[in-house]
């Protein structure tokens, strides 16, 4: 492995699909997996397509229940492409298959800075010889409709030919995750092939409820000797380029294949299919096509550019590059979200839930307009929130913990607990802090841009109807004289009800709490900040009366935060629990990262357990600095001093399974702004956590897209204690040994190029020559101006 460069060396089938979803390629348009060319889908490989935003709504029956889910639909398979061999005057032999070929070389490189990824492998074949095979693959930078592939094949000692099939393959379903095998997965119909002169195939298709039409076209070509057989066929779901050319020693022989892609949801189009033959027709060729597409990703690399030495700064590259596949300039076009596992697989249903909380913050400081975008797809789907909250007897805006194509509540009733094998309940719908963390998103996006405009407009709508919600949610207890929050579930997920409860939902989780008081506590500022013309207008939209504003003030400050033995408490009753055995079960399991299937397979429930699946409480100390925390506890009326929260920290890091990426993402941070010295082993756990599949299975259904970004997100703002706000860019730097070096460039309101760079107790800001004003940078013990053109080098405190 290079420092651009991931090899993956020899076969496994048992690690096939981990490696497929690592080797994703894609432009925030579509993606497809890294499966092997050859191969259709089956238990060891899964070829999967997936273009953002396509959904698809299915009925199925679930334990003799009717369930409806919908999921990102699984797309015709454009990559397939078979052979077989034959000596000259020889019988073909067998299609070529990494399952059933004896091969003497197989690998993988994945090269970020290109975005390709290139198969070498070399076999024999029983009815001709040796031969040596070169695939490279790419999903189009530049545009974000193309895709191709190609194979250059060799023969080592003999002369003959190879048959090739390049396929548009329609017979696909939704099976990526073992664990939905017994839904209905079946999203694609009204196939429908054909053919044009001289090297063209196609295919359409919709998807059988959302009704979005797709379209594919392949133009396959040979580049060498031409091929002695070429023929177009079309059948019922696919549609076939057969080709067969001659091969020698020293005479290889290269296929490309160009492949593009369309839907009903694309703009300026008039027919998916005209435009995706016209688009394939009229497309460069292969070499071209990585040329403009190389091009494409160093602009990317060069707006996205990050510097940290070693194994840290290899997996921080390796994230980047998926973040940047996932949700690229080519977004800021689409109505789409963050998919919490990325356009790499199935999990999740390829859903929408907080995890633009750690997307964004790194994205509102290098693709600005990529941000908004994204919160433009919260902003049109407000309507549908406000009517969910009314659906419930409450006022403002109630987002949904899963969102999908149109807003309303895609969280499933029941879920399968694979160790059990049983349907059990499914409360995560009760995590309404979801909407907590779009308000934030909002805000952080504004102070990083200085977008004003956004922040008066849409911004204000989403933040003042989630506020809404949240005064409205609130209920007022006399007799204690504070606001509860109640039936609720938090981040930590595996408690959503209390032991031998009626009914779901939590009173008072502290998270949830804490932070609504601090979107009540935004929405009032931004009410106040508003020019009076905006306010009126802004109130008038909303129906918003000023009578309901002094309540939010009060709520505000009085929500209850329990505490317990000098602990933020999880919520309401929380020490009321059973501690765990923790030893025991350590003892008795490989792992017991998801202790919620263990301790239900075993006939009990993790509700009766002081026991966290990942940070609930400590999540307020990973999206607020120590002295914003400290400020909203103080205006809630409690003192949250530095001997509480590390007790707090303690209490839970002891009681904490990490059955979640972002576990150790959120630990590592917190741990750095406490200076603990065993932050690095969760910051690694994190970097590695795909990569290592450490959740035991999953990241082959798709990568955690939120984790990836927040490992971004750690080095950018965590480390360096950066912030955006009061018109300024704010530095803390905290110690962290092992990555102690570091640096990035970023892009702050109209300032293209600002980079921070830390080494030896020094930190250096810079900024490109333009015409926009200096920035202030406010540093602990100093606050320094910084011009454009100029650099700046200070010294930390304790250095």
Not at 273 to 282: I, K
Not at 733 to 749: D, I, K, Q, W
Request: aromatic residues 10%; hydrophobic residues 40%.
């Amino acid at each position: 492995m290079s420092e651009w460069t991931w090899q993956w060396e020899g076969y496994d089938p048992v690690a096939e699909g981990l490696r497929e979803a690592l080797c994703t390629l894609g432009n925030g348009y579509f993606a497809t997996r890294g499966a092997a060319p050859e191969v259709r889908a089956g238990l060891v490989h899964w070829p999967g397509t997936y273009a953002a935003g396509c959904y698809n709504r299915l009925e199925s029956t679930v334990a003799g229940r009717q369930v409806v889910n919908e999921d990102v639909v699984n797309l015709p398979n454009w990559l397939l492409l078979r052979f077989r061999l034959r000596r000259a005057g020889g019988a073909w032999g067998l299609w070529f298959s990494p399952d059933t070929n004896d091969l003497t070389d197989y690998r993988h490189s994945l090269d970020l800075r290109c975005g390709t990824l290139t198969r070498l492998l070399r076999f024999r074949d029983d009815s001709a010889g040796v031969l040596r095979v070169e695939q490279t693959r790419l999903v189009h930078m530049g545009d974000p409709h193309l895709a191709a592939l190609r194979t250059v094949f060799a023969a080592d000692d003999w002369t003959g030919e190879i048959e090739i099939e390049s396929c548009l393959d329609g017979e696909v379903i939704n099976g990526n995750v073992h664990r939905y095998r017994a839904l209905n997965r079946n999203h694609v119909t009204c196939v429908r092939t054909g053919t044009q002169e001289p090297c063209t195939v196609w295919l359409t298709c919709r998807t059988r409820t959302s009704d979005i039409g797709v379209a594919m076209a392949a133009r396959t070509v040979v580049v060498g000797p031409p091929p002695v057989l070429s023929v177009l066929r079309s059948a019922s779901r696919r549609a076939v380029h057969r080709l067969v050319v001659p091969v020698a020693p020293d005479r290889p022989v290269s296929v490309e294949k160009t492949v593009a892609l369309h839907t009903s949801r694309d703009r300026a189009i008039s027919d998916p299919l005209g435009e995706a033959v016209d688009r394939v027709s009229t497309a460069a060729n292969f070499p071209d096509l990585l040329d403009s597409h190389t091009a494409a990703w160093e602009r990317l690399w060069r707006r996205a550019e990050m510097h940290v030495p070693g194994r840290a700064g290899d997996l921080l590259r390796f994230h980047l590059f998926h973040v940047l596949q996932t949700l690229s300039p080519h977004t800021a076009d689409l109505d789409v979200g963050v998919p919490a596992r990325g356009l790499h697989g199935e999990a999740y249903r390829g859903h929408v839930f907080w995890d633009e909380l750690f997307v964004l913050p790194y994205l509102n400081l290098h693709f600005p307009e990529v941000s908004r975008a994204l919160l433009d797809y919260r902003y049109r789907r407000l309507p549908r929130a406000g009517r969910a909250a009314t659906a419930i007897g409450r006022a403002g805006a109630m987002y949904p913990w899963q969102s999908g194509s149109d807003g309303r509540e895609e969280s499933q009733h029941w879920h399968l607990n694979p160790r059990s094998g049983r349907w059990v309940p499914d409360h995560s719908g009760l995590q309404h802090h979801v909407g907590s963390a779009i308000a934030y998103n909002v805000w952080q996006y504004c102070e990083a841009t200085g977008d004003t405009e956004y922040l008066h407009t849409r911004g204000a709508e989403m933040l003042l109807q989630i506020a809404r919600f949240w005064a409205d949610l609130a209920d007022f207890d006399s007799g204690t004289g504070r606001y509860h929050i109640r039936g609720v579930v938090g981040p930590d997920e595996y408690h959503d009800g209390y032991p031998d409860a009626g009914h779901p939902g939590l009173d008072d989780n502290a998270y949830t709490n804490v932070t609504a008081a601090w979107v009540l506590t935004r929405a009032l500022e931004l009410v106040r900040r508003l020019p009076a013309w905006r306010r009126e207008e802004l109130l008038e939209r909303i129906r918003l009366d000023d009578g309901e504003l002094p309540k939010w003030e009060e709520v505000s400050r009085r929500l209850r935060v329990p505490f317990h033995r000098d602990v933020v408490s999880q919520f309401e009753g929380y020490d009321d629990l059973t501690e765990l055995d923790w030893d025991a079960y350590r003892a008795r399991y490989d792992s017991i990262r998801r202790l919620d299937r263990i301790l239900e397979a075993e006939g009990d429930t993790v509700n009766r357990y002081k026991a966290s699946k990942q940070a609930d409480v400590l999540m307020l100390g990973y999206l607020f600095s120590p002295a914003e925390l400290r400020g909203l506890f103080r205006r809630l009326g409690y003192d949250l001093d530095d001997e509480v929260w590390r007790g707090t920290v303690d209490y839970y890091l002891q009681r904490t399974s990490h059955g979640s990426t972002l576990s150790g993402l959120v630990h590592g941070l917190v741990l750095a702004r406490a200076r603990r010295a065993e932050a690095w082993q969760y910051v690694q756990e994190s970097l590695e956590a795909d990569i290592a599949d450490i959740q035991g299975g999953t990241t082959g259904e798709g990568i955690h897209l939120g984790a990836m970004a927040g490992t971004l997100d750690l080095v950018q703002r965590g480390l360096t204690g950066l912030e955006t706000r009061e018109d300024a860019l704010w530095l803390d730097p905290v110690p962290l040994p092992a990555l102690s070096e570091y640096g990035f460039s970023l892009r702050y309101r109209g300032h293209w190029g600002v980079g921070v760079r830390r080494r030896s107790g020094l930190v250096q800001i810079g900024v490109s020559d333009s015409e926009e004003s200096p920035i202030r940078v406010m540093l602990p013990d100093r606050a320094v101006t910084v011009a454009p053109g100029e650099t700046c080098t200070l010294m930390l405190p304790g250095s």
